[in-house]
């Protein structure tokens, strides 16, 4: 059955397309600044961030310029947030589909969770140009940038799925999720570096599965900062564990989708 799964899945994979596509054309449709804005919300959020936490709050950030400390969390952070909030939406956004014509449902949270990697990778490039102003070495360890994006696309997708099959029964989900990526923030070390949280209780931080990968994110780009290989392994077990979880449920209550949706 599995293995039938899986061919279903490729005989599909041009319906995949179409989705991300149809996603990615509709954020940017008969919007004023377009593109741009996959530029607007991190830039300005970090330039918040750096008055308020950096300049008055005097939060450290590891012997970096706070702009770039910030900016490199915020990259992730905001693809992650933003895929989570879509794809747990995804399947009573797309009811009238799901309804009318038969397909793998999976593809709806899916697309959600691609599409946003076109606004990540424009936002990257400003990254970059942070960087030079601030004459900022780069190591090898600028290859893993590209990598990490990986357990952050399975971790989307994994919490995605649980939520979007949670949505269709329960549509106050729709209500909690900010609420949740909201707090969930708060236990992200995107405004703080995870160095200010005491030894004893650093391993608290590892068990926040985006803890890992947001620092792994800022290290691979500063060489004063070394990757943490033990929390960046821990938050990559736990994401297949929360990926393989979501799956599990969503194929479980999948077929009773359009019955409810």
């Not at 293995?3 to 397309?17: A, D, G, P």
């Not at 949505?167 to 236990?187: E, G, H, S, T």
């Not at 599965?209 to 947001?214: A, E, L, N, R, T």
């Not at 943490?228 to 194929?251: E, R």
Request: proline share 6%; charged share 15%; aromatic share 20%.
């Amino acid at each position: 059955m599995r293995v039938e799964w899986f061919e279903e899945l490729w005989h599909y994979r041009e319906l995949f397309y179409f989705f991300v596509w149809r996603d990615i054309k509709i954020r940017y449709k008969q919007t004023l600044f377009g593109v741009a804005w996959a530029v607007i919300q991190p830039f300005f959020t970090m330039i918040v961030f750096t008055l308020f936490f950096g300049r008055l709050a005097k939060m450290p950030s590891d012997g970096i310029p706070y702009p770039v400390f910030s900016y490199s969390a915020l990259l992730p952070w905001i693809y992650f947030s933003g895929s989570l909030s879509l794809s747990g939406n995804s399947l009573i956004s797309n009811s009238n589909l799901i309804t009318k014509v038969y397909f793998p449902r999976i593809a709806v949270p899916a697309s959600s969770v691609l599409c946003g990697l076109v606004d990540f990778c424009i936002a990257s490039i400003v990254l970059v140009g942070m960087m030079i102003y601030f004459k900022i070495k780069l190591s090898w360890e600028i290859l893993l940038w590209p990598i990490l994006i990986v357990p952050l696309i399975l971790l989307a997708f994994g919490v995605g799925m649980f939520l979007a099959a949670l949505n269709v029964k329960y549509r106050d989900i729709k209500y909690a999720v900010p609420f949740f990526v909201q707090l969930w923030l708060f236990m992200t070390p995107v405004i703080y570096p995870s160095s200010i949280i005491p030894e004893k209780y650093r391993f608290l931080t590892a068990l926040n599965p985006v803890s890992g990968v947001i620092e792994a994110f800022r290290a691979s780009l500063i060489p004063t900062i070394k990757v943490d290989w033990q929390m960046l392994m821990i938050s990559f077990a736990i994401i297949l564990v929360i990926f393989f979880l979501g799956l599990f449920y969503f194929k479980k209550v999948e077929k009773f989708f359009a019955d409810i949706v």
